[in-house]
T-cell receptor
Framework: DTGVSQNPRHKITKRGQNVTFRCDPISEHNRLYWYRQTLGQGPEFLTYFQNEAQLEKSRLLSDRFSAERPKGSFSTLEIQRTEQGDSAMYLC???????????FGQGTRLTVV | GNSVTQMEGPVTLSEEAFLTINCTYTATGYPSLFWYVQYPGEGLQLLLKATKADDKGSNKGFEATYRKETTSFHLEKGSVQVSDSAVYFCALIPIIQGAQKLVFGQGTRLTINP
């Protein structure tokens, strides 16, 4: 088991473009979380899945953001019509059925120019 | 609402110095409290946690005690090493809930000089 994997590690995009990030959780972890971390701040919760069901979305997740976890394994986070304010590190975490700890990936750093 | 406040960084210490990073929280009920660490180029890792008042979490020489009366969870280590250089995040999960929806502080960057 190699831990939580996120791709790409870095993404630079022009304002107005769409971007998609992928997260592969630890095998058989049923919960998957997305967080956003801006420079100098701690991570902020965006949304989470239990298996394929998206159970909660933060008010930080505007209509331009959509997340999916179609088969209860990997997840994607898409941002449409990116804005400069979307520049941040996007973190994914997964949690097993014992609910004791969330394991984080290394994140995808998005820069919108 | 739920929030976490950490001492401002960056913090720079010499090897073998005593470390304290202050953390206070605001939450309804009795949250679970955590310290996460982020080493350069790596993802966040759980360092230690405490789930009820007066519990002490410990790991790798670090300790933190859940103080309900002062709503604090300060991180301490008696003798730091260069390898402890990282960013440290205090966090909470509100009350009792099934999901690991963490509320983080802003982080404190620690640098240890040899």
């Amino acid at each position: 088991d190699t831990g939580v994997s996120q791709n790409p590690r870095h993404k630079i995009t022009k304002r107005g473009q769409n971007v998609t990030f992928r997260c592969d959780p630890i095998s058989e972890h049923n919960r998957l979380y997305w967080y956003r971390q801006t420079l100098g701040q701690g991570p902020e919760f965006l949304t989470y899945f239990q298996n394929e069901a998206q159970l909660e979305k933060s008010r930080l997740l505007s209509d331009r953001f959509s997340a999916e976890r179609p088969k209860g394994s990997f997840s994607t986070l898409e941002i449409q019509r990116t804005e400069q304010g979307d520049s941040a590190m996007y973190l994914c975490a997964s949690e097993g059925r014992l609910n004791t700890e969330a394991f984080f990936g290394q994140g995808t750093r998005l820069t919108v120019v | 609402g739920n929030s976490v406040t950490q001492m401002e960084g960056p913090v720079t210490l010499s090897e073998e110095a005593f470390l304290t990073i202050n953390c206070t929280y605001t939450a309804t009920g009795y949250p679970s409290l955590f310290w996460y660490v982020q080493y350069p180029g790596e993802g966040l890792q759980l360092l230690l946690k405490a789930t009820k008042a007066d519990d002490k979490g410990s790991n790798k020489g670090f300790e933190a005690t859940y103080r309900k009366e002062t709503t604090s969870f300060h991180l301490e280590k008696g003798s730091v090493q260069v390898s402890d250089s990282a960013v440290y995040f205090c966090a909470l999960i509100p009350i009792i809930q099934g999901a690991q929806k963490l509320v983080f502080g802003q982080g404190t960057r620690l640098t240890i000089n040899p």
